[in-house]
C-alpha cells in the first residue's frame, strides 16, 4: 500500500515543482511581485494568465483544463509556498497581511479558454469535471452562508477534544464527500459538546447566471447555471450584473441513492464583473486608432446630427424627430451625485403614442438590435414585480431570496416596453421610481434593500380610442396619468394621417422590402444567427479584440440600398441633398460608445441662461395648455439640459453651448405641439428673436472674424433679411445673410464702425432718428432675390413697384404657420378634390382679429414658404393640397 502513495505524493510534487517553476520567471510577467502585493493587500486570491501557462508547458495547461481536480490543489499549496517565502512580519508594508501559515490561497485564471468558452445554452456534459469559462447576467443571488469545514467537539469525561472535517463537490476536489453530521459520541461512547468557537467555516454563496438576453434565440427562453462562490468571491456580483466566470463544472448527485438524475453546478474559480467597464465587454464595441480618427472627423462636420440620425433606422420612411430623439436617449445626458444624497439622473426617457401601423414597435426593435444594452418587454406581458424585483423562494435552503428584474437586468442600458397602453395601473405605479430615482427599493418577507436601475425607457402605446382623435385635447386621448407622463422626457404624437403622395411612397417602399432577398440567401431561408462568444476572459480579452480589428480597418459608411434605405432618400429629398450618407451599425456603436463614456460636458453661463428662458416661456403659455402633450413641470427643465448636453456629445464637445440648447428646444416643441410651429406668445417670441439674433451674431463674431464669407445659415422661419432693431447697425451676420440670400456687391462697405456686432447704447431722439432714418436707406439699397409668388408670372413681379415685396416678418410667418397647420386637419381641406388659394386666405383671416389680418403680400410669402418646405401640394390649375 505505501507505493501508490509515494506514486501520487511524487506526481503532487511533480506539479508543485512545474508551477514553482513557472511563478519564478520573470517574462512576461513577474509573478513574484504580484505575490507581493496581493500579500500587502491582505488578499489571497493570485490571477495567472492560462496563456502564459500553455507557452511555458502545454502538458501542464492542457492538465490544467482537463483536470482541474488533480492541477489545482498542487497550484494552491505552491501559492501558500511561495506566500510564506515572501511574507517578512518585521517588514511594515506587511503589517496588515495575515500569517499565510493560517490562510488558504487560491490561483486564478484569465485568458484564452478556446473551445471551454461555453454559454448556459451550450453547455454539455462532455465539460463535466473540466474547467470552463462562463458568460452571462445574474439574475438570482442567495444570502452569504458559513459552511462547516473542520467541526472540534469536547468531550468531558475525557477532557479531550475532537476534530472532525467535511467536505462535498463544492469546498473540495476529494471524490468521497462525508456526510453533514456533526458526531455526538467518541469512539468509546463518550459524549461530544460542540465548540463553535474552534471550528472553521467557509463563506458560501449561490448565484444563478442566465444567458445574455442580446443572445438567446428568438421565441426560446433564456438558459440559466447554478454557480457557487466561496471565500473572497461571495459578494462580488449582484442581480443584474454582466460576469464572465471561470470555474470547474461539477455534478452533485440527485439527493437520494435510487436516482439517476444529479444536480450540476458550476464552481467558481475566478469572477471577472463585466459592468465595471460600461455594461460590459460583451456589449462593448473596440475602438481602434482608426476609428478615433473617423469619429473625429465625423463630429467637425456640421451635419453630424443629421447624419447620425437618418443613419438610425433607415428603412422607416420618415418619423425624423422621433429618430433624433432616440440618437439624444442612447447617448444620454450627465449623470450626477449630489452631496446631500440626490441623483440627477441623465437618461432620457421617449414615450410613442400614435395610431395602429406607424412603426413605432419597429423603431423599438432597431433600438433593440442598436444599443448596447437593450432588453424589451411588453406591457400586456410583465408585471410590475416583473419588470423591477421579486422576492422568491429558494428551493435548497427555503429562504427568501431577491429575483432582478427588467429593468434592474437593463442597469446602464435602454428598456424597451410595447403596448404601454395595455399594462394595468397598479404594475405602471411600480416603475415611478425606476423612471426618476433610478433604484427599485424592496421591502418585502424580511428583505430591505435597494437595487440600482440606471436605465432609459422607450416605450410606445395606443391612444385610448384606438385611433387619435385630432379634435380631443391631447390628454383625453393618450389617457395616462400625469405623474407618468411628467417622468417622460419626449412624448411624441404618432397620426396615420391620409395623403396620397405620402401613401403612395410608404407603399411602394413596403413592396421593395418585400421583394428584397439578402446575399447569399434563397428566397425564404431564415437568416442565420452567428455566434459572438469571444474566446478570451478578463483583461486580455480587449488586447485580443483589439489586435484582430487592428488588421482590418471597417468602413465608415454603408452603401445606400433603395430597397433598405428609403426613409433617408425621403430625407433627403425634404432637404435638397443629393447623395444620401448613411453610417454603418459598427461604427455607429463606437461613436456612440466613444461619446457616451469619454465626454461629459458642462453646461455653459449662456447655455443655462437660455435654458431657463425656454422654461419660462413655456410655463407661461397659458393659451397653448389645452394644446401641449404633457404637462410642463420641473422636471421638463431636467429634459431641456439633457438633450442640451447630449446634444453637445454628439459634437465631441466639452461644454453644453446656446446651439445645443437651442436644438433641445426644437426637440421639445417638436413633442409638445406636434410640429405645429412656434407656440410662444407673439409678443415673447418677439424679443425672444432679437436675443437670439444678438447671441447668434456674438457667437458668429468669436469663431470666425475674418472669414466673412462663412456657410452660415438664414433666419430659422425665412429666407429674408429683417430690418434691425431702431438704432441698430447692419451686423457682420446680417451682411452674410444678405450676401447668401442676395447680390451683395450692392452693399456699402461699412465703416470701422460697423466691424463689431451692435450694441445699443443710450441716444437722444435725434441721433436715434437720424441713425433709423440711415439704416431705412442703406435697406432700400439691399437687393433680395424674392422666389417666384404661387399664381403670379416672374415678369409681372418684376414690374411691381419697390415697397410692394411679398415679404413676411418671422414672428407673422410662426403665427401663419400654426393657423394652417390647425386647417390642414380641419375636415374641409382634407378633401381629395383639394381646396384653393381664395378659400384658404379667407380661412385663415377669419382665424385673427381685424388688427392683425394678413394682407396680400403677407398672405403669398407665407404660402410660398408652406410649399418650399413641403406641407403643400399645389398641382398646374392652382388647385392645393395639404401634405401631412
Known amino acids: 500500500m505505501e507505493e501508490p502513495i509515494d506514486a501520487i505524493d511524487a506526481v503532487f510534487g511533480d506539479r508543485m515543482r512545474r508551477f514553482h517553476e513557472f511563478l519564478a520567471e520573470e517574462e512576461p510577467t513577474d509573478y513574484k511581485e504580484l505575490i507581493r502585493e496581493m500579500l500587502m493587500k491582505n488578499e489571497n486570491r493570485l490571477c495567472v494568465s492560462i496563456d502564459e501557462i500553455r507557452e511555458f508547458d502545454k502538458g501542464l495547461w492542457s492538465g490544467l483544463l482537463n483536470e482541474p ?100 463537490q463544492t469546498t473540495s476536489f476529494n471524490p468521497i464527500s462525508t456526510p453533514p453530521v456533526y458526531p455526538t459520541e467518541d469512539a468509546e461512547g463518550n459524549k461530544l459538546t460542540t465548540e463553535y468557537g474552534y471550528s472553521i467555516y467557509k463563506d458560501h454563496q449561490t448565484i444563478t447566471v442566465q444567458e445574455m438576453p442580446e443572445r438567446a434565440p428568438a421565441g426560446q427562453l433564456p438558459r440559466s447555471l447554478e454557480v457557487v462562490l466561496g471565500d473572497d468571491l461571495v459578494d462580488s456580483v449582484k442581480p443584474g450584473d454582466r460576469v464572465q466566470i471561470v470555474g470547474v463544472y461539477r455534478s452533485l448527485g440527485g439527493g437520494a441513492n435510487t436516482s439517476s438524475s444529479f444536480f450540476t453546478v458550476l464552481v467558481a474559480n475566478s469572477v471577472y464583473p463585466l459592468h465595471a467597464r460600461s455594461t460590459g465587454v460583451s456589449a462593448r464595441e473596440t475602438i481602434t486608432d482608426s476609428d478615433i480618427r473617423n469619429i473625429n472627423s465625423l463630429s467637425k462636420n456640421k451635419d453630424v446630427f443629421t447624419i447620425m440620425a437618418q443613419s438610425l433606422a433607415p428603412s422607416i420612411y420618415g418619423h425624423e424627430y422621433i429618430k433624433k430623439a432616440v440618437l439624444l436617449m442612447m447617448l444620454g445626458g450627465v449623470e450626477k451625485n449630489l ?27 432597431f433600438v433593440l438590435n442598436t444599443a448596447s444594452l437593450a432588453i424589451a418587454t411588453t406591457g400586456k406581458g410583465s408585471s410590475g414585480v416583473g419588470l423591477t424585483a421579486a422576492v422568491t423562494h429558494d428551493k435548497e435552503t427555503g429562504e427568501r431570496r431577491l429575483e432582478a428584474g427588467a429593468m434592474v437586468l437593463a442597469d446602464r442600458g435602454i428598456v424597451c416596453i410595447d403596448e404601454f397602453d395595455k399594462m394595468s395601473d397598479v404594475d405602471r ?68 394621417d391620409v395623403n396620397s403622395p405620402r401613401d403612395r411612397s410608404i407603399s411602394e417602399h413596403i413592396l421593395r422590402t418585400h421583394r428584397y432577398v439578402p446575399t447569399g440567401y434563397a428566397e425564404g431561408e431564415p437568416i442565420r444567427e452567428t455566434s459572438t462568444i469571444s474566446l478570451a476572459v478578463g483583461n486580455e480579452r480587449l488586447e485580443k479584440d483589439a489586435a484582430e480589428e487592428e488588421e482590418e480597418e471597417q468602413p465608415m459608411y454603408q452603401k445606400y440600398n433603395p430597397v433598405l434605405h428609403a426613409g433617408v432618400a425621403a430625407a433627403q429629398r425634404t432637404r435638397g441633398a443629393k447623395k444620401p450618407k448613411i453610417l454603418t451599425i459598427p461604427f455607429l456603436r463606437k461613436y456612440i460608445q466613444y461619446a457616451k463614456s469619454r465626454i461629459e460636458p458642462v453646461l455653459t453661463q449662456g447655455a443655462a441662461d437660455h435654458v431657463v428662458k425656454i422654461y419660462t416661456n413655456l410655463r407661461n403659455g397659458q393659451d397653448t395648455k389645452s394644446k401641449r402633450t404633457a404637462p410642463i413641470t420641473a422636471r421638463t427643465l431636467e429634459t431641456l439640459i439633457r438633450l442640451a448636453t447630449a446634444h453637445a456629445k454628439v459634437r465631441l464637445s466639452k461644454s453644453v453651448e446656446v446651439r445645443d440648447t437651442k436644438v433641445a428646444e426644437e426637440m421639445l416643441y417638436s413633442a409638445l405641439f406636434r410640429n405645429i410651429g412656434d407656440q410662444r406668445p407673439a409678443k415673447q417670441a418677439k424679443v425672444d428673436k432679437e436675443v437670439e439674433d444678438s447671441d447668434e451674431d456674438s457667437e458668429e463674431n468669436s469663431d470666425d ?18 430690418a434691425p432693431p431702431t438704432g441698430g447697425r447692419i451686423t457682420r451676420s446680417q451682411t452674410r445673410r444678405v450676401r447668401q440670400a442676395g447680390d451683395s456687391s450692392q452693399l456699402q462697405e461699412p465703416s470701422q464702425h460697423e466691424e463689431a456686432d451692435y450694441e445699443p447704447v443710450p441716444q437722444d431722439e435725434t441721433q436715434e432718428s437720424q441713425e433709423t432714418q440711415q439704416t431705412q436707406e442703406r435697406m432700400e439699397q439691399l437687393t433680395i432675390q424674392e422666389p417666384e409668388i404661387i399664381g403670379v408670372p416672374l415678369s409681372e413681379q418684376r414690374t411691381r413697384p419697390r415697397g410692394h415685396e411679398n415679404t413676411i416678418s418671422p414672428d407673422r410667418l410662426r403665427t401663419f404657420n400654426r393657423i394652417v397647420s390647425e386647417l390642414l386637419r380641419d375636415e374641409q381641406f382634407q378633401q381629395d378634390t383639394g381646396f384653393t388659394k381664395e378659400s384658404l386666405f379667407e380661412a385663415v383671416n377669419k382665424k385673427l382679429p381685424n388688427e392683425d389680418l394678413f394682407s396680400q403680400q403677407e398672405f403669398e410669402a407665407g404660402v410660398q414658404k408652406i410649399v418650399e418646405n413641403g406641407n403643400i401640394f399645389v398641382t398646374d390649375d392652382g388647385m392645393m393640397y395639404g401634405i401631412h
Open 69 to 168: 481536480s488533480e492541477y489545482l490543489p498542487a497550484f494552491d499549496r505552491t501559492l501558500k509556498d511561495q506566500a510564506g517565502s515572501h511574507f517578512d512580519p518585521l517588514n511594515p508594508a506587511f503589517r496588515e497581511t495575515d500569517d499565510p501559515e493560517f490562510q488558504v490561497y487560491h490561483v486564478a485564471f484569465k485568458g484564452a479558454f478556446g473551445s471551454h468558452s461555453v454559454s448556459p445554452r451550450t453547455i454539455r456534459s462532455t465539460h463535466l469535471s473540466k474547467m470552463i469559462s462562463v458568460e452571462g447576467i445574474v439574475t438570482r443571488a442567495s444570502l452569504v452562508r458559513p459552511k462547516i469545514l473542520r467541526s472540534v467537539h469536547y468531550a468531558e469525561s475525557t477532557g479531550r477534544f475532537h476534530a472532525r472535517d467535511f467536505n462535498d
Open 339 to 365: 452631496e446631500n444624497g440626490s441623483h440627477l439622473r441623465g437618461d432620457i426617457n421617449i414615450l410613442m403614442v400614435g395610431d395602429p401601423s406607424t412603426a413605432k414597435s419597429q423603431m423599438l426593435r
Open 429 to 496: 405605479v411600480a416603475i415611478h421610481e425606476v423612471m426618476e430615482q433610478q433604484t427599485v427599493t424592496i421591502a418585502k418577507a424580511g428583505i430591505h434593500t435597494s437595487l440600482n436601475a440606471r436605465c432609459s425607457v422607450i416605450a410606445a402605446a395606443n391612444p385610448l380610442y384606438g385611433q387619435y382623435d385630432v379634435h380631443r385635447d391631447p390628454h383625453h386621448n393618450i389617457g395616462l396619468p400625469d405623474s407618468l407622463l411628467s417622468r417622460f422626457d419626449l412624448l411624441f404624437i404618432v397620426t396615420d
Open 705 to 722: 472674424d475674418e472669414d466673412i464669407e462663412a456657410d452660415v445659415r438664414l433666419d430659422d422661419d425665412g429666407d429674408h433679411l429683417t
